[in-house]
């Protein structure tokens, strides 16, 4: 770290006061590769702390009626613009444990906040170490929204750390966690010996399909985008295309074309269509995926080592990477069949329904997949035989918040949607009382 430079320095947020850590990460500008500020690296210690104040709020704020609570939830989202509203109805139950990734920080935060305190909880969030300034950000607006403190907590820290001491404290019996397949895994491991209930919003790798009557103008734009939206960091990114073999070389074609007109740069700069990728480590892994591909015989028709980036002097340092397509590549391949998580597609051609359908559904994941045709009873075909949460036909990321929303296999476990929330975030109580005369 450059010495004499001064850094935005972050604090926990329990039980409705700013609190500072003994310890603190190094967060980078993704665009720069310099240090911009730093995190708190919370343990055990900050993790019970945050407990105990969620417990104090506990029956303050589980006895308001659901009115009251929707007040300050509105409160809230006008402060930030958010869709918070959608949840401001409901009932009551515990301390909830919440675990959220780097990509989205705020969407996927507050899709995990609302819900639960909305249903009369009161949570700890730990959200991503890479992408803590936006939780702290909104920590600033809980106060200002009149939250009772300890209604929500915000532990920064790493995810072996933090995130592992939240998972298994416990008096935390609900733990929502959206993230890696591998971290969820070790989730449902950790909190198995108190029996916690989980929500486990995964991994992906999403296919899209493209019969030979798919409208070509609508959906070219539309999987150049799926592709590399967000630099391809949304975990309903398409990363694998399939293409019916009579428009396939038309399809590519029009599709490279496309992409190369993609220009990547500094965020800042509104001419930009793809920023950086989130960290060192993860451009470095996204690359060796490449590198695996064609050392395997694949063929990189655009992107990465083939063309040259182009970016301003401050930004040399940045984790950039050119949007890259890649075909010639067999279904087994690493890059098929695991989640990059980057601007990276696969494209390749088949022949017939029954032999996409297998081939899309023969990965791990299940969470998104689109279908591109103009024959109807063939998009109701392919989608219920789709092992997938999701799938659009002829479109991508059009989302109603009250859908269900959820991956199937790796992908998940439990889905999110108003009435789900409901479900998992409130208990359902038998009493039995006998009246006896006194
Ligand atoms: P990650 O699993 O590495 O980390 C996610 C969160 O878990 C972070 O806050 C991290 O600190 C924490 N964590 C890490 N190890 C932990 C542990 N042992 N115990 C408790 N917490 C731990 O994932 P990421 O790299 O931050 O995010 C990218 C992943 O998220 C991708 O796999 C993507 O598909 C997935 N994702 C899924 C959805 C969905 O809705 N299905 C949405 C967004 C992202």
Same mark, same amino acid.
């Given at each position: 770290?450059?010495?004499?430079?001064?850094?935005?320095?972050?604090?926990?947020?329990?039980?409705?006061?700013?609190?500072?850590?003994? *310890?603190? /990460?190094?967060?980078?500008?993704?665009?720069?590769? +310099?240090?911009?500020?730093?995190?708190?690296?919370?343990? &055990?210690?900050?993790?019970?702390?945050?407990?105990?104040?969620?417990?104090?709020?506990?029956?303050?704020?589980?006895?308001?009626?659901?009115?009251?609570?929707?007040?300050?939830? *509105?409160? /809230?989202?006008?402060?930030?613009?958010?869709?918070? +509203?959608?949840?401001?109805?409901?009932?009551?139950?515990? &301390?909830?444990?919440?675990i959220s990734p780097w990509n989205l920080p705020l969407y996927l935060l507050t899709w995990k906040i609302a819900p639960a305190i909305a249903y009369g909880n009161t949570v700890i969030a730990k959200p991503s170490e890479i992408t803590s300034v936006t939780a702290w950000m909104m920590c600033k607006l809980l106060s200002k929204a009149g939250f009772p403190p300890g209604v929500v907590n915000i532990v920064f820290g790493s995810g072996p750390k933090a995130g592992d001491a939240l998972v298994s404290h416990p008096e935390v019996s609900l733990i929502s966690f959206t993230g890696s397949t591998l971290t969820g895994q070790r989730i449902i491991e950790r909190s198995a010996p108190y029996c916690k209930k989980l929500s486990l919003e995964l991994g992906g790798k999403n296919p899209a399909i493209i019969f030979d009557d798919a409208n070509l103008d609508e959906c070219v734009p539309v999987s150049v985008r799926s592709s590399f939206a967000n630099q391809g960091e949304i975990c309903l990114c398409t990363s694998r295309i399939f293409v019916q073999r009579n428009i396939y070389h038309e399809f590519l074609r029009k599709f490279v074309e496309a992409v190369k007109k993609w220009k990547v740069g500094c965020p800042t700069d509104p001419t930009v269509d793809m920023g950086p990728l989130i960290s060192k480590e993860h451009l470095a892994k996204v690359k060796n995926y490449i590198k695996r591909a064609k050392e395997e015989g694949a063929e990189i028709l655009c992107g990465e080592g083939i063309n040259g980036l182009d970016l301003p002097t401050r930004n040399q340092h940045g984790y950039f990477l050119l949007p890259t397509v890649i075909t010639t590549i067999a279904d087994d391949s690493s890059c098929m069949q695991d989640e990059i998580f980057g601007p990276v597609t696969c494209i390749t051609a088949f022949d017939t329904e029954e032999e996409v359908i297998r081939r899309a559904n023969g990965v791990k994941y299940g969470l998104a997949a689109v279908v591109w045709s103009r024959n109807v009873g063939r998009v109701h075909r392919v989608a219920k035989r789709l092992r997938s949460g999701l799938v659009w036909t002829n479109c991508w990321l059009i989302r109603d918040l009250n859908l269900p929303f959820g991956g199937m296999k790796a992908s998940g476990i439990g889905r999110e949607g108003a009435k789900d929330s409901y479900e998992f975030f409130t208990e359902i109580k038998t009493i039995t009382i006998k009246h006896t005369e006194m």
């Open positions: 770290m450059e010495s004499g430079k001064t850094y935005l320095v972050l604090e926990n947020y329990i039980g409705g006061q700013f609190v500072p850590c003994s *310890s603190y /990460l190094d967060s980078y500008d993704p665009s720069t590769g +310099e240090v911009y500020c730093k995190v708190p690296d919370s343990g &055990q210690e900050e993790i019970d702390a945050a407990v105990k104040a969620a417990q104090n709020a506990f029956p303050g704020w589980s006895s308001k009626s659901p009115q009251e609570r929707a007040k300050l939830l *509105s409160k /809230l989202a006008d402060l930030i613009e958010d869709d918070l +509203e959608l949840f401001a109805q409901a009932e009551s139950k515990d &301390q909830a444990g919440l």
